[in-house]
């Protein structure tokens, strides 16, 4: 068979309604984006110092990346994630359940536990291997979890691959989780409520006191996600709980090492014997591959920056409310956020593509954020801050999206403002700033 018909036979199937990859053919979206000229997606960054980034060989000031605390090039995290290489090589080259367990990653478990105020901690090689295994091995046929509606995409997963069941209550409503827990928490044995601490999306802080408020009338268990809060919530950046001064109170801590901790990777921390137990139950921990040696030192070199100068987490609080109040005053709609991820409310997608476009044109990256991560019809454009932004990356920034806001018609259109002001009540429940 010449390599002609072979082509034609891949790429015109002799019944294309039974092909598996008819939806891939069919799917055109992100192709039409492209074609116009507003493709968001994959950006190719050829350098960066953190704050700013080069890509397409143009300067951006960077808005839209989780390095809160701006460590990623801490000339002393790079050097730890150096040291790490030459001692112990590149990569673990197998799960730690087997032949990739290495003495540093159980001195990042035993600091995290420490630092997040927990008995211990498991680390596994991704935050979203974090949530899926350990909610996948925790609840059973029998048990429950309730999950905040606008928990991040890797707890969604994780209850889809649980064997128990899982009902979902309205963003930070406490009345609507007691709804639920009323209607159906005698039903099961086991019970966790699941919620981020800091809401990737919106920025918004998780009501914690009234989840362990209700977590104690229908005896539940609290699992906090502080993949966000991590750096940013708590005296030193402990999280959630440590915030609310209820740690005591979550049963479990999960986070991430890709945010603050300048790294990859993520852990859970709570009582030893549960963490004994995922340990040893988990698939994605044990079927994954180990955290690289350079990853856990960068982690643990992060971690020591984060005990000992708190003058990172005081400079992003100062520079998160410096954009807070301008971006407010400007006339954004921000969800009224009070952490360094402040999403700007533009409602429809193809403005959300064209602004995004047009500020990466004049040197700001910001980052889109459309269906599924949030309702149809609540575009955003989602904007994050680090300890590193200096004043004039700050001042180019609110220069730039003020001039592009008031172009494509955010900003002074008052009909347009009160609209975006009834969608953030409506589907976030929150009021105009």
């Not at 889809?160 to 989780?177: C, E, I, S, W, Y």
């Not at 919530?233 to 049963?251: I, K, M, P, S």
């Not at 410096?322 to 009070?338: A, Q, V």
Request: contains cysteine; proline residues 3%.
């Amino acid at each position: 068979m010449s390599s002609h018909s072979i082509q034609r036979q891949v790429t015109s199937p002799a019944n294309p309604a039974k092909d598996l990859f008819s939806k891939c053919y069919r799917w055109e979206d992100a192709k039409k984006l492209q074609a116009m000229g507003l493709y968001p997606y994959f950006r190719p960054i050829t350098a960066s110092t953190g704050n700013n980034v080069v890509t397409h060989g143009k300067r951006q000031v960077m808005i839209g990346s989780n390095n809160y605390l701006g460590l990623t090039h801490d000339p002393r995290v790079m050097a730890a994630a150096k040291e790490a290489i030459e001692k112990y090589g590149t990569g673990c080259t197998g799960s730690r359940f087997l032949n990739g367990n290495l003495d540093l990653h159980e001195e990042l478990e035993a600091r995290l536990a420490k630092f997040v105020g927990k008995q211990a901690a498991l680390c596994f090689s991704t935050g979203f291997f974090v949530n899926q295994g350990t909610l996948g091995c925790l609840v059973g046929r029998s048990d429950v979890i309730y999950s905040d509606r606008e928990n991040h995409a890797s707890i969604v997963e994780g209850t889809q691959v649980t064997l128990g069941d899982t009902v979902r209550f309205k963003h930070n409503d406490m009345a609507d989780l007691e709804r639920v827990l009323k209607n159906s928490r005698e039903k099961y044995d086991g019970a966790m409520i699941v919620a981020d601490g800091v809401f990737s999306m919106s920025g918004d802080v998780l009501n914690l006191p009234g989840i362990v408020e209700l977590a104690q009338k229908y005896n539940c268990k609290v699992y906090v996600d502080d993949a966000h809060s991590l750096g940013v919530l708590g005296a030193r950046g402990e999280g959630t709980g440590h915030h609310f001064n209820l740690n005591d109170q979550v049963d479990l801590v999960m986070g991430t090492f890709s945010k603050s901790f300048a790294s990859i990777g993520g852990f859970i921390a709570g009582n030893a014997d549960v963490v004994h137990y995922i340990k040893h139950k988990a698939r994605p921990f044990i079927f994954s591959a180990a955290m690289s040696p350079a990853a856990v030192a960068t982690a643990l070199k992060c971690l020591d920056i984060m005990e000992t100068e708190p003058q990172h987490i005081e400079k992003l609080r100062k520079n998160a409310d410096y954009m807070n109040k301008n971006l407010k005053d400007l006339g954004f709609n921000t969800l009224n956020s009070t952490t360094p991820i402040i999403p700007l409310l533009i409602g429809d997608d193809a403005t959300t593509f064209v602004v995004t476009q047009k500020l990466c044109e004049a040197g700001v990256f910001v980052t889109p954020v459309v269906r599924p991560a949030v309702p149809e019809g609540c575009t955003l454009i989602r904007t994050s801050y680090m300890a590193t932004h200096t004043q004039e990356d700050l001042d180019y920034a609110l220069e730039n999206l003020e001039k592009i806001g008031k172009e494509c018609g955010v900003l002074g259109n008052p009909e347009r403002t009160e609209q975006l002001n009834k969608l953030a009540l409506d589907h976030f429940g929150v009021h105009a700033n």
